[in-house]
């Protein structure tokens, strides 16, 4: 089956790094993806890892190692509005190319 | 312009009732999907369909039955509701079905709040 780990919740304080990581287990991987969700909103696409190695999109990076079915997602000089939960989701499948999403990582900015 | 539209935003309904939510995407993909996510914000694909066609359809009762007229519009029925039922259920679209990174990167409407009573 297909199972994605994540930490439940985080603090980290405005200006700040945070790492947030994310592991998981599958068969037939595509890609790895991350997606910001804000209380009450809809989830928006952040960034995505089909390859080993770092990405980096301004303030936020995505990191992907494969033989250890390992990513996180470290964003940089933390503003109060990155408090969101993060979804760490994981492609698979083949053709049908599924995308299945963790439960989720919490994050609190504080001042 | 939103991107994908989805209504009602909010129901509010009782056990046994039907009831439908609409999704439009005026963004030209080709592939459409609905997700559902429970009190525990976990976030789970029901269905998927590509030009009209269903791709996926995940382990869901039969009660729900997803409707496709064109590509730009995925309907979601529910017969006879219960209490489980109640969550949010988004709908995505996505530029391309299939293994290209680009069949990933959805687009979320802003979600649907049923809560069933």
């Known amino acids: 089956g297909q199972n994605i780990d994540q930490p439940t919740e985080m603090t980290a304080t405005e200006g700040a790094i945070v790492q947030i990581n994310c592991t998981y287990q599958t068969s037939g991987f595509n890609g790895l993806f991350w997606y910001q969700q804000h209380a009450g909103e809809a989830p928006t696409f952040l960034s995505y890892n089909v390859l080993d190695g770092l990405e980096e999109k301004g303030r936020f990076s995505s990191f992907l190692s494969r033989s250890k079915g390992y990513s996180y997602l470290l964003l940089k000089e933390l503003q109060m509005k990155d408090s969101a939960s993060y979804l760490c989701?994981?492609?698979?499948?083949?053709?049908?190319?599924?995308?299945?999403f963790g439960t989720g990582t919490l994050l609190a900015v504080q001042p | 312009d939103t991107a994908v539209s989805q209504t009602p935003k909010y129901l509010v309904t009782q056990m046994g009732n039907d009831k439908s939510i609409k999704c439009e995407q005026n963004l030209g993909h080709d592939t459409m999907y609905w997700y559902k996510q429970d009190s525990k914000k976990f976030l789970k694909i029901m269905f998927s369909y590509n030009n009209k066609e269903l791709i996926i359809n995940e382990t869901v009762p039969n009660r729900f039955s997803p409707k496709s007229p064109d590509k730009a519009h995925l309907n979601l029925h529910i017969n006879s509701l219960e209490l489980g039922d109640s969550a949010v259920y988004f709908c995505?679209?996505?530029?391309?079905?299939?293994?290209?990174?680009?069949?990933?990167?959805?687009?979320f409407g802003a979600g649907s709040r049923l809560t069933v009573l």
């Open positions: 989701a994981v492609s698979y499948g083949g053709a049908t190319n599924k995308l299945i």
């Open positions: 995505a679209s996505s530029q391309v079905s299939g293994t290209g990174t680009g069949a990933n990167v959805l687009t």
